[in-house]
């Protein structure tokens, strides 16, 4: 039978115990309590400023004023078009946005530049030059002649020269290959460059 001095420490070691375990118990809540704090904190700090453009976890890319370009209504000139598109860093994808903003077409009245659903197959941008590869339903889809050719080929020459830093000029390619011209009026094998004589002043609004 244990003494009561046993007895005594016994008891002391139980309560001792019983201190640790409501400590740590105390710490668990406590950490689970913060945890839940935060998350809640943080949840209501989403729903009131709520991501850049718009619901969900992942937010849009920052966007960037960009200059397009298009035919006037008579399809003699290029005029000016801006619009606002996600910022890419890399130029390649950049170039590509571009490209598919021109095939998209005007947003304010001006004439597309290039048939609607004509395939893009790709943009390489090496060194100072851009390459623009069509599917061949570029010339498929072309209505031709020498202003709707020159149009498809300067706003291009225009959009991608004045967008991407360091891009001096573009060559067209047509499934992967150099093609003499789109529809037998304006070469296309040389590299095009700006010219400034294709781009009219947009008039002012008012």
């Known amino acids: 039978m ?11 070691k139980n309560r001792r115990k019983k201190r640790t375990v409501r400590k740590s ?4 809540v406590l950490v689970a309590l913060v ?9 209501i700090f989403d729903l009131v400023y709520p991501p850049v453009g718009g619901k969900g976890t992942i937010a849009k890319k920052e966007r960037e004023e960009v200059v397009l370009y298009f035919s006037d209504t008579n399809e003699r000139f290029l005029v000016s078009e801006k619009r606002y598109l996600p910022k890419e860093t890399d130029n390649n994808r950049r170039a590509e946005a571009l490209v598919k903003a021109i095939i998209e077409g005007s947003k304010t009245g001006l004439v597309r530049t290039i048939p609607e659903h ?3 197959r790709g943009v390489k941008v090496t060194g100072d030059t851009v390459y623009v590869d069509f599917a061949k339903d570029l010339i498929a889809r072309h209505p031709g002649g020498s202003a709707a050719e ?13 967008n991407i830093p360091g891009v001096n000029g573009i060559k ?8 003499p011209s789109i529809k037998g009026h304006i070469e296309t094998r040389h590299l095009l460059t700006p010219d400034k004589d294709m781009i009219a002043e947009r008039p002012k609004e008012g």
Do not use: D, Q
């Not at 244990?2 to 002391?12: G, I, T, V, W």
């Not at 067209?172 to 290959?177: A, C, N, Q, R, S």
């Open 2 to 12: 244990p003494s009561k001095k046993m007895a005594r420490n016994m008891e002391k």
């Open 25 to 28: 118990v105390l710490v668990m």
């Open 35 to 43: 945890g839940f704090l935060v998350f809640f904190f943080l949840t």
């Open 118 to 120: 004509v395939t893009l």
């Open 150 to 162: 020159m149009a498809t080929l300067y706003s291009l020459t225009h959009t991608l020269t004045e």
């Open 172 to 179: 067209i390619l047509v499934e992967g290959k150099e093609v």
